[in-house]
Structures are given as structure tokens and as C-alpha cells.
């Protein structure tokens, strides 16, 4: 597993946080929202928003920034 991973495993199981919002290299606008990690497998990071799996690949984001 790698280091963003577990950060992102991390940042989730604090009850502080519900919700964490991703920003990538790819544009300057490109974002997502997750709430809950569920796996690294195959390089990427398998996480869902609500009901809709999320697949990142961690060595393109930028920041990760939690919100309550």
C-alpha cells in the first residue's frame, strides 16, 4: 500500500473529517469528493462518494484537504 493511501485511510477514520477533496495535476479545476476509502489495488486507490466508486490514481494528486 502506498504512502497517499494510507494518508487518505487515515484522514477517513478521523471522525473530525467527513469528507475529503482531492485536487489533480491534470487541470487546474479537476476535483473530486470522497467519503470513504475501500481499497489500493492495482496502483489506484478504489474510494466511494456516496454510491459511486471512485478508482484514483495517487500519483496525480496535487492536494487532499479534509472538510467536516
Given at each position: 500500500?502506498?504512502?497517499?493511501?494510507?494518508?487518505?485511510?487515515?484522514?477517513?477514520?478521523?471522525?473530525?473529517?467527513?469528507?475529503?477533496?482531492?485536487?489533480?495535476?491534470?487541470?487546474p479545476?479537476?476535483?473530486?469528493?470522497?467519503?470513504?476509502?475501500?481499497?489500493?489495488?492495482?496502483?489506484?486507490?478504489?474510494?466511494?462518494?456516496?454510491?459511486t466508486?471512485?478508482?484514483?490514481?495517487?500519483d496525480?494528486?496535487?492536494?487532499?484537504?479534509?472538510?467536516?
Amino acid at each position: 500500500m502506498n504512502e497517499t493511501s494510507e494518508l487518505i485511510k487515515d484522514l477517513l477514520a478521523n471522525p473530525e473529517w467527513d469528507h475529503l477533496d482531492i485536487d489533480f495535476a491534470m487541470h487546474p479545476d479537476a476535483y473530486i469528493s470522497i467519503d470513504r476509502y475501500i481499497d489500493y489495488k492495482h496502483g489506484f486507490i478504489i474510494a466511494q462518494d456516496g454510491d459511486t466508486t471512485i478508482y484514483i490514481d495517487p500519483d496525480k494528486i496535487v492536494t487532499i484537504t479534509p472538510r467536516q
